[in-house]
């Protein structure tokens, strides 16, 4: 417990409280350290008795406060600062290994306002993800990415589930640069489902290709189906069921 209160008139620098560990090896044996510097352990066991044992707190609990009643005062200080500086380490600079299936791994609640809750800066990153999510393809109603919107966060607004299914309850706006969009499908077959609404498109459209076809499908059997297509400077009309052009 460290108080300390005078009229200062040089800051301080360095640690309050250190743990340090160098291992220097100089002989020609093989070796191999496992070991941690620092090991915080709680356990609670209950073995007897009808009552009822409750378990709160932390395992390890780091608070940070500032406060100034005259003056300024500006803090930018980090309550938890992990540097990982061995470039040969291939270890995680932070692990988190939950085993309670009905628990929160990592449970973030942030106040802010303007700044943002999670950043990361990739910019390095060449054939690795920024963010790889793995899931398995038997889940029901979970998904692999959620995001909750709306009023408190009632409203899903977005996810993608464990077959790569995505669901937008809003409007996909690309924004304006010298590259156009592309929609690439795998399988040479894109498929736009509008659900019980039309498919409006407020804008040209234009299609791209050595014959360009529109075909017109109609899902009742005994209706025939047409296209209307483009080649060798003429448009066609062909009703497709009949192979006859019109």
């Known amino acids: 417990n460290h108080t300390d209160t005078a009229n200062y008139t040089t800051g301080k620098t360095g640690n309050?409280?250190?743990?340090?560990?160098?291992?220097?090896?100089?002989?020609?044996a093989s070796v191999t350290d496992n070991f941690d510097l620092a090991s915080v352990r709680r356990s609670t066991t209950r073995t007897a008795g009808a009552g009822t044992t409750t378990s709160q707190g932390s395992a390890l609990y780091l608070e940070n406060t500032s406060s100034?009643?005259?003056?300024?005062?500006?803090?930018?200080?980090?309550?938890?600062?992990?540097?990982?500086?061995?470039?040969?380490n291939t270890g995680d600079a932070v692990f988190i290994n939950q085993d309670n299936d009905d628990a929160?791994?990592?449970?973030?609640?942030?106040?802010?306002v303007s700044a943002d809750v999670v950043a990361m800066d990739g910019t390095l990153l060449t054939t690795g993800d920024a963010i790889q999510i793995t899931v398995d393809n038997t889940m029901t109603t979970g998904r692999a990415l959620r995001v909750l919107g709306g009023a408190a966060g009632a409203t899903e607004v977005f996810n993608v589930d464990e077959d790569g299914n995505v669901v937008l309850d809003g409007t996909l706006t690309f924004e304006s640069g010298t590259t156009d969009p592309v929609f690439t499908s795998g399988d040479a077959t894109l498929t736009i489902t509008p659900g019980g609404s039309d498919l409006?498109?407020?804008d040209d459209v234009e299609l791209q290709d050595a014959t360009p076809h529109l075909r017109l499908t109609d899902t009742t059997a005994s209706q025939d189906d047409f296209e209307w297509y483009a080649d060798t400077s003429e448009v066609y009309l062909m009703n497709v069921t009949d192979a006859i052009n019109l």
């Open 16 to 28: 309050m409280n250190s743990f340090v560990s160098n291992r220097i090896h100089t002989g020609a």
């Open 68 to 88: 100034f009643s005259s003056g300024t005062l500006t803090d930018t200080s980090i309550t938890l600062e992990i540097n990982q500086l061995s470039t040969i």
């Open 104 to 112: 929160i791994a990592l449970n973030i609640d942030a106040e802010n």
């Open 200 to 202: 409006i498109v407020a």
